[in-house]
């Protein structure tokens, strides 16, 4: 099981969107339009939670090696 990191490589503002989209194995800008979407419904909580979980959730360490991602089928 993948472990949660916030994306070195797949970063717009603390790369908590793009690790949990490496973590679940789906689209980054699926996620990023969620919380986007979420932000606007919840008033913000969901920004202050998103800021608590950057906080919380470590950086992926360098030197990472995700098979998932880097595994190509030629």
């Known amino acids: ?5 916030r ?4 970063s717009r ?3 908590l969107c793009g690790g949990l989209a490496e973590w679940m194995n789906f689209s980054p800008t699926f996620i990023r339009l969620a919380v ?3 932000a606007f419904c919840s008033f913000g909580t969901v920004l202050l939670i998103y800021f608590i979980a ?3 959730i470590p950086k992926e360490p360098y030197g990472h ?3 998932h991602q880097t ?4």
């Open 1 to 5: 099981m993948n472990k949660l990191f």
């Open 7 to 10: 994306s070195r490589t797949n």
């Open 13 to 15: 503002l603390t790369g």
């Open 36 to 38: 986007v979407i979420a």
């Open 54 to 56: 950057s906080l919380i």
């Open 65 to 67: 090696y995700d098979f």
């Open 71 to 74: 595994h190509h089928n030629y």
